[in-house]
């Protein structure tokens, strides 16, 4: 019974952060590294452990369109490291870029990065 109690209230807790828009965006003042229009590399990393960096971004150019703001550091919390806030930023990585020049040359997609996956391209 007790694992059950501790997993609702558990839920409750975490749908209270997701009802607020922006409820889990850290209100901290930490400069960006980079900025809307800026290229950017996706690292090519292969950590032994976590990581929310899908491998055909990996070494791939792209452009920053939108800084999501300050948030903690996934790969970090999982590791035992600490929260290590940084910025998210969506990226965007034409179709060719990932997927060579069969893919469709209009196509796009947008990825939510972290700053400790991206490099100034």
């Given amino acids: 019974l007790f694992p059950y109690t501790t997993l609702f209230r558990s839920l409750e807790v975490v749908?209270?952060?997701?009802?607020?828009?922006g409820a889990v965006?850290?209100?901290?003042?930490i400069e960006p590294r980079f900025k809307p229009g800026d290229r950017v590399r996706a690292r090519n990393i292969n950590p032994a452990g976590h990581t929310r960096l899908p491998r055909?971004?990996?070494g791939k150019e792209g452009v920053v369109e939108r800084d999501n703001g300050i948030f903690h550091f996934p790969d970090a919390r999982v590791a035992g490291d600490g929260d290590q806030p940084q910025h998210n930023y969506s990226v965007r990585f034409d179709a060719?870029?990932?997927?060579?020049?069969?893919?469709?040359a209009t196509d796009c997609l947008n990825i939510d990065l972290w700053e400790d996956y991206?490099?100034?391209a």
């Avoid at 749908?15 to 828009?21: C, E, N, W």
């Avoid at 965006?25 to 003042?29: E, F, I, V, W």
């Avoid at 997927?99 to 469709?104: D, E, I, K, N, Q």
């Fill in 56 to 58: 055909y971004v990996r």
């Fill in 25 to 29: 965006r850290l209100k901290m003042d």
């Fill in 15 to 21: 749908s209270r952060l997701y009802q607020k828009a």
């Fill in 96 to 104: 060719q870029e990932l997927w060579g020049p069969g893919a469709p």
């Fill in 118 to 120: 991206l490099d100034n």
